[in-house]
């Protein structure tokens, strides 16, 4: 069931996202950056339609969703706004390529050969290419979803030669910490394999990394794309 929103609600998001962008201007200033450079994706997983709707209300179109099931529910009942532009950036199952295949506009969160090859096979002949970016396990969590560094360039070749592939660049999740040194630490070895990448790869342009709580460290680092949930649609349960 779909929470009643209130108008209050309405006006809480677009407000929330108003400072989200602000935040934006403030650190692409701070370190030099063009603020247009610098893409939000308003990271909506959990929360419900009416939500997005908000959001999109405001002129905003780039969501992130990590669940395949509630995501294709909600993409189903948005069908409409045929200009929202859907990002999936959750972990990958092989039994849910195809709904991601057939569903998104971008995936953020490809990590292997094997989900790029389904993905590639199951995107439907109607649609644009998927845009993809490879993530990767920057920090060299145990636990963590994303590819060894070591194992990019062989992964970004093959996406690259899937022909219903189009590779945009590199995302990571790097692990919690309140140290901003040290969030920057990571944040700068994701946009060295990403300069890695884009030299034998020019035409790759996207660098997602960011999220609510470093921000401004991504930013200094070269992020072009910041993920960010909470600030935006509140707390998730
Ligand atoms: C949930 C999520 C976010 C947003 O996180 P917040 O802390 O709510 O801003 C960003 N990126 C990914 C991959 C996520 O799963």
Do not use: A, L, Q, S
């Given at each position: 069931m779909t929470p009643q929103l209130t108008d209050n609600y309405m006006v809480t998001i677009a407000e929330r996202l108003k400072s989200a962008y602000a935040r934006i201007a403030i650190a692409t200033k701070k370190y030099h950056r063009n603020e247009h450079d610098v893409c939000l994706l308003a990271v909506s997983k959990t929360k419900p339609a009416d939500f997005i709707l908000a959001a999109y209300q405001q002129g905003h179109r780039e969501f992130g969703e990590s669940y395949v099931q509630e995501a294709v529910d909600k993409i189903t009942q948005l069908a409409n706004y045929s200009d929202i532009v859907w990002h999936f950036i959750g972990p990958i199952q092989s039994n849910k390529t195809a709904a991601v295949a057939e569903n998104f506009d971008w995936v953020q969160s490809v990590d292997r050969e094997k989900i790029a090859k389904r993905l590639n096979d199951q995107r439907p002949i109607n649609k644009a290419p998927l845009k993809v970016l490879i993530q990767v396990n920057i920090s060299l969590e145990d636990s963590k979803s994303g590819c060894h560094p070591d194992d990019l360039a062989a992964l970004a070749q093959f996406v690259n030669d899937s022909p219903n592939l189009v590779l945009r660049g590199l995302m990571a999740i790097p692990a919690?910490?309140?140290?901003p040194q040290q969030q920057i630490q990571y944040f700068e070895q994701l946009r060295a394999c990403f300069d890695r990448l884009k030299a034998q790869y020019p035409h790759i342009d996207t660098l997602s990394m960011g999220m609510s709580g470093d921000v401004e460290a991504a930013i200094a680092a070269g992020s072009t794309m910041v993920r960010i949930g909470t600030d935006i649609f509140g707390q998730r349960s």
């Open positions: 919690k910490t309140d140290d």
